[in-house]
């Protein structure tokens, strides 16, 4: 027989699931009792924990997972008193409480108003026409924030700590002016030994568990404040990840700095170019001759920065990564990613 804790974990992840499923079609409750109540405590909770160790939470989070694999299973093995159902138990109880959690301390904000609703923006995808008149605009905004920046390579001299400031102030003022419920900061750490993200194809991630923000310290400083800034809309609870690539546009846009500002307006310009360049090959090769050189030049430098870093197993990750969107009712799966480029055009020409 299952032992009684086994049942508890069990019965916790099934109903977080059918919970999960009322909230998706109740956005507007779940903005109200979890978005402005729920989700504020417990990012008051780890604010005041995790976020004020002097290394990052997920270490943590490893040790005692380890400790937890020990108790649970070799010692179990080791002294014989394994059993059909406790293997089974452990499994379903160990996964119905990583559900439990997750669900808990971050996930329901999948099923809070994305950010078209909150706008009152209507996105049904872009014509060709669209796209294009898009490309152009961006890069006519590109070549002008070229003009205003310096020396691009300051941002190389910034610590975590100074990167989070210089767009954490701006996030909160468009969260704010929107409406958004601001919770306590969350913590962003940026992670080494580098590239252990990037193998993964991702260059951040958010830990609910802990509730820091990762990013990876194998990227070009030039990417650092758009990627930076989606993590930290993570952390204040916007979990589709056009609606974070959308409010790092924003936040990186209202910046007083020119090198973040440009930053933001580069980091954008490269989703647009990719569906532009897809669609209008020939297009794009003419035009991509008239960019400036500091365009080009760091266009080429993070290719040859990502080759450094190639990706484990794509297929696998993003199948799994995929599922793992649609499961939480985004439907667009990884090409939400994409979808800045229609919130961005649908702003911008309102």
């Known amino acids: 027989m299952m032992r009684r804790k086994q049942l508890i974990w069990i019965s916790l992840g099934i109903l977080t699931l059918f919970i999960g499923y009322m909230l998706r079609h109740h956005p507007a409750f779940t903005e109200s009792v979890y978005g402005n109540g729920v989700f504020i405590g417990i990012r008051w909770i780890m604010s005041n924990t995790f976020n004020r160790l002097p290394f990052p939470g997920i270490t943590l989070l490893c040790i005692l997972g380890i400790w937890f694999f020990w108790r649970t299973a070799l010692m179990p093995l080791r002294k014989k008193t394994w059993t059909g159902w406790t293997l089974i138990g452990g499994i379903l109880s160990t996964v119905g409480g990583a559900v439990f959690l997750f669900q808990l301390l971050w996930g329901f904000n999948y099923f809070r108003p994305t950010w078209d609703k909150r706008l009152g923006i209507e996105v049904q995808g872009m014509t060709a026409e669209q796209l294009a008149a898009e490309f152009h605009r961006s890069t006519?905004?590109?070549?002008?924030?070229?003009?205003?920046?310096?020396?691009?390579?300051?941002?190389?001299?910034?610590?975590?700590?100074?990167?989070?400031?210089?767009?954490?102030?701006?996030?909160?003022?468009?969260?704010?002016?929107?409406?958004?419920?601001?919770?306590?900061?969350?913590?962003?750490?940026?992670?080494?030994?580098?590239?252990?993200?990037?193998?993964?194809?991702?260059?951040?991630?958010?830990?609910?568990?802990?509730?820091?923000?990762?990013?990876?310290?194998?990227?070009?400083?030039?990417?650092?404040?758009?990627?930076?800034?989606?993590?930290?809309?993570?952390?204040?609870?916007?979990?589709?990840?056009?609606?974070?690539?959308?409010?790092?546009?924003?936040?990186?846009?209202?910046?007083?700095?020119?090198?973040?500002?440009?930053?933001?307006?580069?980091?954008?310009?490269?989703?647009?170019?990719?569906?532009?360049?897809?669609t209008f090959q020939e297009e794009y090769n003419m035009e991509f001759q008239q960019l400036p050189e500091l365009?080009?030049?760091?266009?080429?430098?993070?290719?040859?920065?990502?080759?450094?870093?190639?990706?484990?197993?794509?297929?696998?990750?993003?199948?799994?990564?995929?599922?793992?969107?649609?499961?939480?009712?985004?439907?667009?799966?990884l090409q939400s990613y994409d979808r800045v480029v229609q919130l961005v055009w649908e702003y911008e020409n309102r």
């Open 140 to 278: 006519t905004q590109l070549n002008a924030a070229v003009k205003e920046v310096g020396n691009v390579d300051v941002l190389a001299f910034r610590t975590q700590q100074e990167h989070a400031v210089s767009v954490e102030s701006e996030l909160r003022g468009v969260l704010r002016d929107y409406g958004f419920p601001l919770s306590y900061s969350p913590r962003v750490r940026i992670v080494k030994p580098k590239g252990i993200l990037m193998r993964w194809n991702t260059a951040g991630i958010y830990v609910p568990f802990s509730g820091e923000s990762h990013v990876d310290a194998g990227m070009l400083p030039i990417q650092i404040p758009f990627t930076l800034t989606h993590e930290m809309a993570h952390g204040f609870g916007v979990a589709d990840e056009g609606d974070c690539n959308f409010l790092a546009y924003l936040a990186c846009n209202a910046s007083e700095e020119p090198i973040v500002r440009f930053a933001g307006i580069f980091s954008y310009w490269r989703y647009v170019a990719s569906e532009y360049r897809f």
């Open 295 to 333: 365009v080009k030049r760091l266009l080429a430098e993070i290719r040859a920065n990502d080759a450094k870093y190639p990706d484990l197993f794509p297929r696998f990750r993003n199948t799994v990564y995929d599922t793992y969107l649609k499961s939480q009712g985004v439907h667009d799966g």
